[in-house]
């Protein structure tokens, strides 16, 4: 997948001359357009419906029609004034939005509808922020005729935007944290209400179904813990059997006494073990590795159960090999994080081996290809985290993401760029000082120069953590003072004739 880019400080005219030339390019060479998004993307497998398409009747990038007539507003008070209902999906508590918006409404039922600076309705905030309560009320009041609106700054739909929201949330957890939580149930009660509102089957599923199936991103409805899937499942048995059968393949190489000769490309599931372990695989590791992979694959055809380190456990119990492999310092974690790797190297995020031999129309074995698909079909490197392999990578602090991102509300592009600037070490607080200290030869030459540095270097980092961690309480505090029950009431006091009613439920 990839996406046309213009050089930096080009005006409008050349970054379409350039775009529109790369995307010549592309389609020449079998790519085509996702949706009629900005992205390209490409099959190896030369029977998938985009290889079938003449480049010519490729989809064009749907051309943003907004344009900005009106000013954004000057500070705070001003966006209150302006555009007061926008203002109270963002800030409000979420048991005063509805009221704010049927006295607006009351006063005047156009307000649900009106769009500020950036062509967003209400609606479309609403579905922003994942408030499902002003979403409730909007669509109450009538604000349906607006699920189709894009015609706005972000070319977007409100379904698109939640959408988009949940894709940002995740991804920016995954590549800061390697830890994601799931789709959170705001986000997903904001997307159920906005399909059925649009007449988007949910398969008959209950709220709660809704809510329970999509956590983890399932789109099948047949899941296993609600994000293996039946197409990933045998992927992984098919590996797992396969590395079991190439490996008993190499036994004879075994001599008595003697670890296996390190020969390269002699099987990947050895490329996954620490190379202190590499030159000491005797036969006896060598036979509780296979094991392991043998239970895998038992795991994965005879149960319904999902990999995981205490069920290899449980099954791996008592072996003799296995418990020789443990002691000698290999993990079950090796074997588990193999097989995924293994898998995804033959799908189509890899040479497409697997599609090749499974897809096929002409092999008489429909097995796979009978299975549904899901949304987590090629989720690797998702499934390697939920089975318990440990991510590779830094890790940004919990309480440093957690003041940055509101989760209740989803990333801005500003914060997403911020926090990845911050991942990168090019982040620096607009408000505090260089605080490096500048080095000199005498420093240098303190043999224990490099302690204290780290020292010093740790120090300010927890400085930092700490000042991260308290961030949301400050928030709060200063929310409280000034916020929620003050612009409530502000909100209320624009109205022609003032009042309100008790919150809707």
Known sequence: MCRPKSPEGSNPEEDARVQDRQAAFLRKNNFRRIGRTRFFGYSPNPEHPSRLLPA???????????????????????????????????????????????????????????????????????AAYANASALKALLKFGAASDLNK?????????????????????????????????????????????KREMGISVHGQTDEEYLENRKWGCTCGECDEGWLSPRMRFRL????????????????????????????????????????????????????????????????????GVPSVPRLRTLCKGDRDVNFYLKKGGKFEYALESMVEGAKSQSCLGDSMFEEIWESENDTDDEYRKLPRCANDLEFDFVKRMIGVPPKGPVLPPEMLSSAVDSERGPTSLTLKMLVNMMSGV??????????????????????????????????????????????????????????????????????????RAPIN
């Open 237 to 304: 048995e098919t590996e797992a059997a396969l590395s079991k059968e190439n490996m008993t393949v190499l036994a004879p190489q075994f001599q008595r006494g003697q670890p296996l000769p390190e020969i390269p490309g002699l099987a990947h599931q050895f490329d996954y073990l620490p190379p202190n372990l590499r030159t000491k695989v005797y036969k006896t590791f060598y036979n509780g590795y296979v094991t392991i992979f043998e239970n895998l694959y038992v795991l994965l055809d005879q149960t319904e």
């Open 56 to 126: 010519e009747a490729d989809a064009d990038r749907s051309e943003n029609e907004f344009v900005p007539t009106k000013p954004a507003p000057a500070d705070r008070d001003d966006f209150m004034r302006t555009y007061p209902l926008h203002f109270a999906i963002i800030n409000l508590p979420k048991q005063n939005v509805a009221s704010v918006i049927e006295a607006y409404h009351t006063q005047d039922p156009s307000t649900v509808h009106k769009q500020d600076h950036n062509g967003f309705t209400p609606l479309y905030v609403a």
């Open 427 to 500: 982040y620096e607080d607009e408000d505090s000082e260089d605080e490096e200290e500048e080095e000199n030869y005498s420093d240098l030459l303190n043999p224990h120069y490099e302690e204290a540095a780290a020292g010093r270097r740790q120090a300010r980092l927890d400085a930092r953590r700490a000042a991260a961690a308290k961030a949301p309480e400050k928030r709060q505090a200063e929310a409280s003072s000034a916020g929620p029950d003050l612009a409530f009431q502000k909100l209320l006091s624009f109205l022609p004739q003032g009042g309100v």
């Open 150 to 194: 894009h015609v706005n700054k972000d070319g977007m739909i409100p379904l698109e935007r939640i959408e988009d929201t949940m894709r940002s949330t995740r991804e920016l957890a995954e590549l800061l944290m390697h830890k994601w939580e799931g789709y959170s149930r705001n986000e997903l009660k904001v997307q159920l209400i906005l």
